[in-house]
């Protein structure tokens, strides 16, 4: 007998339908899986024997064939097990097929017959719903996760045996996502960092506000403690809550990846922050595998990568960076296919001036640089030109001669955040319905229309251009930092004044 089911994996960070057929013949007991699974799914057939006998069915002593299709495409995991143990199940004649029919099957078998979470429960779930599938069934530890989807029926299930009963299965949720009854905020006081927390460096904070109001890359150089980490990380209260769109695709990427809690009831709204270790190789931070994984850059997606003591970093890691930098995503070529993940990020950054750390410092206040010019040469160099290029903020942060006052007055990061979400604002609606959201994404035409400089501006950066040596490439991330200072400013044309700040932020094209 024959019988089709509906199973599910992962390609990227999307999810694909893959059709699970099974076939059942008198003949020598045997199960064959096609369809080029790899070694998780072969398995399957041991996991999916025991789970059968031990759930209290049985498991056919005939011929079985279970073909994976598109039999051309790389099958890989365990999220196969429920599809074909539902499968060999109808095929016998144990399982009514109205408790699977049009039905997304998703889960790993125990060999007690539980059914266990597999990652990528929700891009499968939304690519189900795309498919114009009923519903979705998937292991109870995931039912959250999949109710994030609206317009699908999720049932949960907790063991095989659950389809033993009339009733319905275990878990069985009704359609639509669950709100969250509470929404974190982003600046829950005691707990985030905030921006008060530092003294002094008004410039380096007016830097940090232009870089969150445009997504703007910042780089902060300066000698050891003087507070470039505790900027950089202060950054993610500065930016505004994902949007619906935004949260989704970051949630399904923390999906594919295993790192949705079991919890979650609603879509993360917050920023990710990602802070990689120096040592990592350029597939944990790019992306990569035999089977192509999301790097830190693609966990990155909407939010920050900081990578502190950039130097540090390998030169090859380094200069992996500079494609996605320009491209917003990371394509991964193998054999068995081409694998894309999305990586619009932030990059925010912080290095030393030298190896010692006090390179470029006053003689007779600080301490002095203990490094030859040839080791300052090789340092600097680990960061090549084209990646610094891509920087658009480029920040001195010098040690401060004298701590301020109590009386000082201190910006913090909810005043901060709310000239943030003000520029966000004037963003948001001017480039409603196209396919850029920030200003750091305007290129070509978009350029020319939404950056246009006065006559004194367009005067001032051409005079600036040819004394400093920019490149094109530096020229127009000029001209994005100044769309932005000029957003801050509430202003709809860009004056001389904020060309000249964005000018004064480039501080490695000057050197």
């Not at 033993?164 to 960092?193: F, I, N, S, T, V």
């Not at 949630?251 to 040592?279: A, D, M, N």
Request: net charge neutral.
């Amino acid at each position: 007998m024959y019988v089709k089911m509906i199973g599910a994996s992962v390609i990227g960070v999307e999810g694909r339908l893959i059709e699970v057929e099974v076939d059942i013949r008198s003949g020598l007991p045997q199960v064959s899986v096609v369809g080029l699974a790899d070694t998780a799914v072969r398995e399957s057939v041991e996991r999916v024997r025991a789970a059968v006998q031990n759930g209290g069915l049985k498991f056919p002593m005939d011929r079985i064939t279970v073909n994976l299709a598109p039999a051309d495409m790389r099958k890989e995991g365990s999220s196969f097990d429920l599809a074909i143990a539902a499968g060999i199940l109808c095929a016998s004649g144990q399982l009514h097929s109205d408790k699977v029919e049009n039905a997304l099957l998703i889960g790993e078998l125990a060999l007690n017959g539980d059914v266990r979470a597999v990652p990528g429960v929700l891009p499968m779930t939304e690519r189900a719903r795309e498919a114009g599938l009923r519903r979705v069934v998937v292991p109870l530890a995931s039912v959250a996760e999949a109710r994030l989807i609206d317009g699908i029926e999720v049932e949960g299930i907790g063991s095989i045996r659950d389809w033993l009963d009339d009733a319905p299965p275990r878990g069985a949720l009704a359609a639509g996502r669950e709100k969250d009854p509470l929404l974190r905020d982003l600046l829950r006081k005691g707990e985030e960092p905030d921006l008060a927390d530092i003294v002094g460096h008004a410039q380096a904070k007016r830097a940090l506000i232009i870089a969150a109001a445009g997504m703007h890359n910042i780089l902060f150089i300066g000698p050891p403690g003087t507070g470039k980490t505790m900027l950089c990380r202060r950054l993610p209260g500065l930016l505004p809550p994902l949007d619906d769109a935004d949260a989704l695709s970051v949630t399904k990427i923390l999906s594919v990846c295993g790192k949705l809690g079991e919890l979650r009831t609603g879509l993360i709204r917050e920023r990710p922050f990602r802070s990689p270790h120096h040592t990592i190789s350029t597939a944990g931070l790019i992306g990569g595998g035999t089977v192509p994984k999301p790097g830190e850059v693609t966990l990155a997606h909407h939010g920050v990568l900081f990578l502190d003591e950039m130097p540090e970093f390998s030169r090859v890691c380094l200069e992996s960076l500079r494609q996605p930098l320009e491209d917003r995503e990371v394509t991964i070529g193998r054999a068995r296919g081409v694998c894309r993940f999305p990586a619009r990020f932030m990059l925010a950054a912080s290095m030393n001036p030298c190896p010692c750390g006090f390179f470029g410092g006053d003689p007779l206040t600080d301490r002095p640089c203990t490094c030859s010019e040839s080791a300052v040469l090789r340092y600097r160099s680990r960061m090549s030109g084209p990646l610094a290029d891509r920087i658009d903020l480029q920040v001195e942060l010098p040690r401060q001669s004298s701590r301020p006052s109590a009386h000082t007055s201190v910006l913090n990061s909810e005043q901060a955040r709310a000239m943030v979400l003000e520029a966000y604002e004037r963003q948001r609606f001017r480039y409603a319905g196209r396919s850029i959201s920030w200003n750091s994404e305007l290129q070509g035409a978009l350029l020319k229309q939404y950056a246009a400089l006065t006559p004194s501006g367009e005067k001032l950066l051409a005079s600036v251009y040819d004394r400093l040596g920019l490149s094109f490439r530096a020229h127009d991330r000029i001209l994005k930092m100044s769309r932005t200072i000029a957003d801050l400013a509430g202003r709809d044309a860009i004056e001389a004044e904020d060309v000249a700040e964005a000018i004064q932020y480039r501080c490695l094209d000057k050197s």
